[in-house]
């Protein structure tokens, strides 16, 4: 029988791990030292296994024919994670409140540091991120990636995408400026005509007939508390899912038809 | 699917895991790639376009007209090609709801085993036809509109009449238009529907000096125009009480009346006095 490689070569540079049984090499202060970064993360780990998830993780094996559409998952959550910090970095200026909510908007434009920018991407972010969150979407429906066994992270994925909607209608409303009061007074028209919820949704969302500050704290909270909090827990589902299940192949990737891996069995 | 195409996806699905490579180093180097990607769109996009404000909210101001995101333009311009009162409260919530429900039992009635595209002809055609649909709705609605123009051609009864009528009338209509109605009120194709009612037919409702009275002492969230002058509101009360259900409103000569341009994005730039 041929020799098994069970491990590839270490790349030069990294010595392999000392093994129990192995002679002792005596070291000084400073090889003591070079090691306690490794005794830290083992003391972690010895009380976590966080090793074997990363190895999960990082090393899943990913089939062949995996092609740039796939990154575009990836890409919709670095949008988030940017809607995320920029909007944190916000709301350490932003107020609330319907005499103060403009004023703070203006005074992050034009005093603080950066501010403007900080805004822009946070404004922009949400374009980019619907923009990437349809892309994705069509994605995985042309490559049939939401058949058996992915159809939950399909449908957890269309809450994902209200979620985000809702985000950008929330999120329109709060500088107060004048774009953001009368798009909201629409949107709330066309939500108030609704049957049966109707007549409730202003009194629910705006905390009575018109836009006021109550609406502008409520829409805050809904922005960045409820609906983050709830698109982080799914996204973590999502991401839980598509490493439990393994992403698809391209539909027009086909496995060899005799593998060298299951010949063994056929023998 | 059933028992045996589930079982053979999976077989044929490990096999070609096994003749993958690891996710680390091999494909996390295109999502890091893509991620710098998007980092420095947004960051461009930013610099570009900046974080700028319209002027402060203003309850009062009636020249403002109001725009959804853009990519929120292919379902208002859904909700208005809605036309009967009675169908636009289902409609508003009957479309979104309907189609969030198609999505989420997408897996769960579409039962083919197949994933190639070019095999599934009615997933993949529907899609590209979704797909088209939104950008020419999104179109539509980034072009048709807008609230500070009214597209309505003259009644019959103006079309025979002489030529200052005419004139008074499309007068009139470029009032309407420039004083912004379109912020609160659907006429014709034009406008946002609501918070006020509909003018599209107003003419059936009220008479001309009814329709003169409310714009001098309107009722509570609307307000007065009465500092245009009489001259004007008369024009207004005229081309407005012209509106009427029989009259044949959409179509000759129908060119659309240019609000002044403050509208669109200056805010309170007062354009009440033209
Ligand atoms: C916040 C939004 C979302 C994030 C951050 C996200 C993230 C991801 C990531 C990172 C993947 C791994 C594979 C890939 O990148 O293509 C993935 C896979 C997947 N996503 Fe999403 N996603 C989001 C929204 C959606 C939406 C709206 C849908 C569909 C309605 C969806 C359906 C799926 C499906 C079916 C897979 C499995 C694809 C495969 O295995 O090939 N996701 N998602």
Known sequence: MAKLKLLPSLPVGLRAPTRPGDPVEKKGPIGHAQDAGIHAVDWVDERTSLSGTMRWVMFRPIPKGTNWFYTLGTATMVAFINQVITGIVLGMYYEPSATRAYESMKYINNEVFLGEFVHGMHRWGSTVMVVLIFLHMARTFFFGAYKYPRELNWVIGVVLLVLTMLMSVTGYLLPFDQRAYWASVVAMNIAGNAPIVGPFTPDIALGGPDVTTLTLSRFYLIHMMIIPGALIGLIGAHLYLVIKLGTTAPPWVRADKVSAGLKEHQE | ?274
């Open chain 2, 1 to 274: 699917m059933n028992q045996r195409e589930k079982e053979e996806y999976l077989r044929e699905y490990a096999v070609l895991k096994a003749q993958g490579k690891p996710f680390f180093p091999y494909i996390i180097v295109k999502d890091g790639v893509m991620m710098i990607v998007v980092i420095g769109t947004i960051m461009l996009l930013s610099l570009l376009l900046g974080g700028e404000l319209t002027a402060k909210a203003d309850a009062t101001t009636t020249t403002y007209a109001p725009r959804p995101e853009w990519y929120y333009f292919w379902a208002f311009e859904l909700l208005r090609v809605v036309k009967p009162p009675y169908l636009v409260g289902l409609a508003t919530v009957g479309i979104p709801t309907i189609s969030i429900l198609l999505l989420i039992l997408l897996p769960f009635y579409d039962r083919n085993p197949e994933r190639h595209p070019l095999r599934r002809p009615i997933a993949t055609t529907t899609g590209i036809f979704l797909i088209g649909a939104m950008f020419f709705l999104s179109y539509l609605g980034a072009e048709a509109g807008a609230p500070s123009r009214i597209e309505l051609g003259p009644p019959p009864a103006i079309q025979e009449a002489d030529q200052a009528t005419q004139t008074k009338w499309d007068l009139g209509r470029k009032l309407v238009a420039q004083s912004s109605c379109g912020g609160c009120h659907k006429i014709g194709e034009n406008g946002n529907d609501g918070p006020g009612p509909p003018l599209t037919e107003i003419g059936d409702r009220l008479k001309e000096g009814a329709i003169r009275e409310t714009l001098i002492n309107p009722t509570a969230p609307m307000p007065s125009f009465a500092d245009l002058g009489a001259d004007q509101i008369d024009k207004m009360a005229f081309f407005l009480s012209s509106l009427k259900s029989g009259g044949e409103d959409e179509g000759a000569s129908a060119t659309g009346a240019e609000g002044g341009g403050a509208e669109s994005e200056g805010g309170s730039a007062p354009s009440k006095a033209p």
